[in-house]
């Protein structure tokens, strides 16, 4: 068994406090504030909801422009300096930020609110104080929406031109009303009840996936992750950064030595020409990994990275018209992505191409094992996180309400209250997963060393396949994609294979025909959905489900009953070939569910990543499994 560490055990999660603001002009204050309270608090944390639109329509690129201008006179903050060092977007859904050092989290909000507020999940009461800075006099039904994740004696402060007006609306909801004068409190009952059934309606008609339906974390049982890959390592450090303790097991004797082990990997969004959820998930989850290398660098660990941007050009009339559907589906950020001309695409790459394509100025590639080891060392330098390498833990047996591990040795660990599976291809290797539909793919990456041709090379090119600048005098050119197959074997087919794609997806071209490929190469085994989607959340128990599926045919019943699962056991994987842009956001939402937190996606993008999405589309839908 892991040696126990008293010192960590006695760690219990950090008090939080919660803040919330509406408007552009409220997050200086909040910023304010904050400053104010780590000055004093110096342990403190401190976690932000600001809303920074209208109730009207959705202007993200106009609220992103006010509030950059807002926060102008106030850049002398260090707080506000860190925070414009993030490139920040206007996208609708939460771009979750963390700033001093994870001691203060801002979810900022650039939607609409009229239906945005309805998009988070509430499994408990966060905000006591609100700043309201909004031009608009809110509905009835908005105010109720901020009052469903406000404590029952929430303070909203009201400038004082809007007091008068404002205070009747906001005290019908049971907020104590405050402006620079004066302060209105309340106690009414009536409302708080509102408030108690508006939260669990919420919960229960919002949620047909199981989620929320498991306990809290128990103070005083550390969190078991198994695995210790990209997925592994951001969990225990988000688990860190929310105060939760945790013990990660890996087979291997590195950290990061499985699929995560690649030199260098690609970072950059996976979009579709359809808008929809994994649209809005990588997006958001390009920023937080961005801008997890730039933290984990600035805390002194050696990431090999660049933000040199990537390439995405199309090889067949197919592949040319997804990605300009793409490019047209969505007023895209110019910072953020630009569709190039030939010529534009060509000075961008440094060699001729001769296609246009997307390109993405913020995107680049980064060493995904040593943001991997960083990742996890930051959590144990945290005081949060004890690792076991070399312990291969095969089996999973439930004690009461907590599990039981058990390695290949024959030791066993535990008892735990929650564990996580995120151990990369042994994904599907318990019984009690083994039905998730996740498939194995074989991928070899060529390490190609410079030469004439590949030097020039400015920025990660993507077509067939991917081609990166040279870091240390190579290049990694991949990658093959071998269904259900876990061989780690060099093969020189498959070397051939990724020189191939290269030269197919710039048929026009000739700086590639003589490269010599030599037989550097490294094979990984990764996970892949049939919707490129990673599963985050409750394993569900699927024998469960179908037995219950054979005899309960209503379509209600689905919708108001949470699926069966197996309690206190989660997954965190199937991350495909987009594990560096997918891995940190989801193990940062899995975290906070862990902990009853605000969480950084929506309720539509948590349906779309939980293990349960395959049976109860069905299920939502009346078709039979």
Request: hydrophobic share 40%.
């Amino acid at each position: 068994m892991i040696a126990a560490n008293p010192a960590l055990q006695s760690h219990s999660p950090r008090e939080i406090t919660y803040l919330g603001g509406c408007g552009t002009a409220a997050l200086p204050r909040l910023l304010q504030h904050c400053t104010e309270t780590l000055r004093h608090r110096p342990t403190a944390k401190l976690h932000l909801l600001v809303f920074a639109a209208d109730d009207t329509e959705n202007k993200a690129n106009t609220h992103l422009q006010a509030l950059l201008k807002q926060l102008q006179p106030f850049k002398h903050l260090p707080l506000v300096q860190a925070m414009l060092q993030q490139p920040l977007l206007p996208i609708e859904m939460c771009q979750r930020l963390l700033l001093a050092a994870g001691r203060i989290t801002i979810d900022l909000y650039l939607g609409s609110h009229r239906n945005l507020l309805k998009t988070i999940m509430a499994p408990c009461p966060w905000i006591t104080l609100w700043y309201w800075q909004a031009p608009f006099t809110p509905t009835i039904p908005f105010i109720w929406q901020l009052a469903r994740f406000s404590c029952d004696n929430c303070v909203i402060h009201l400038p004082d031109e809007q007091f008068a007006t404002l205070k009747p609306h906001f005290i019908t909801a049971g907020f104590q009303c405050q402006s620079s004068t004066e302060i209105t409190k309340v106690n009414d009952d009536i409302a708080l009840a509102e408030r108690q059934a508006l939260r669990h309606e919420a919960l229960t008609q919002n949620t047909p996936y199981p989620r929320y339906c498991q306990p809290g974390l128990d103070g005083d049982s550390p969190v078991a992750i198994i695995g210790a890959g990209i997925a592994g390592a951001s969990l225990a450090l988000s688990l860190a950064e929310h105060g939760i303790y945790s013990q990660v097991f890996y087979a291997e004797n590195d950290v990061g030595a499985a699929a995560s082990g690649n030199r260098q990997g690609a970072l950059y969004p996976q979009f579709i020409p359809e808008a929809d959820a994994l649209n809005t998930f990588f997006q958001q989850g390009f920023l937080f990994s961005r801008q997890r290398i730039e933290q984990l660098v600035t805390y002194g660990h050696d990431i090999p990275h660049d933000f040199c941007g990537v390439l995405l050009t199309g090889f067949d009339p197919h592949s040319r018209a997804r990605l300009e559907k793409i490019a047209a589906a969505y007023p895209w950020d110019n910072e953020f992505l630009q569709w190039l001309a030939v010529d534009a695409a060509n000075a961008v790459a440094g060699v001729n191409v001769n296609e246009p394509g997307i390109f993405y100025p913020l995107a680049g590639w980064v060493g995904p094992q040593k943001f991997t080891q960083a990742a996890l060392a930051q959590a144990q330098q945290c005081g949060y996180a004890q690792t076991r390498a070399n312990t291969q833990i095969i089996r999973l047996t439930p004690n009461a309400d907590k599990w039981q591990l058990s390695d290949a040795q024959g030791n066993n660990y535990g008892p735990y209250t929650s564990v996580i599976i995120a151990n990369g291809s042994a994904l599907i290797d318990y019984p009690q997963t083994a039905q998730l539909p996740a498939t194995r793919f074989r991928g070899q990456v060529s390490e190609v060393p410079t030469q004439p041709g590949l030097a020039e090379v400015n920025t990660v090119l993507c077509a067939r396949g991917y081609l990166t600048p040279a870091w240390e005098h190579v290049h990694c050119l991949g990658a093959s994609y071998i269904k259900d197959s876990q061989s780690l074997s060099y093969s020189e087919s498959e070397q051939q294979e990724n020189l191939e794609k290269l030269q197919q997806s710039y048929p026009d071209t000739t700086w590639h025909s003589q490269l010599k490929m030599g037989q550097q190469a490294r094979v990984g085994v990764r996970m892949v959905t049939r919707d490129h989607l990673p599963m985050a959340g409750a394993v569900p128990d699927v024998n469960a489900i179908y037995s219950q599926a054979k005899v309960i045919h209503n379509i209600d019943f689905w919708h108001k009953t949470k699926a069966p699962l197996h309690q206190g056991l989660y997954v965190l994987g199937a991350l495909g070939s987009r594990g560096l842009c997918s891995a940190p956001l989801a193990a940062e939402m899995l975290a906070a569910e862990l902990t009853h937190q605000p969480l950084p996606l929506s309720v539509s993008e948590l349906e779309h990543l939980s293990a349960n999405r395959k049976w109860m589309r069905k299920l939502l839908k009346g078709k039979e499994l």
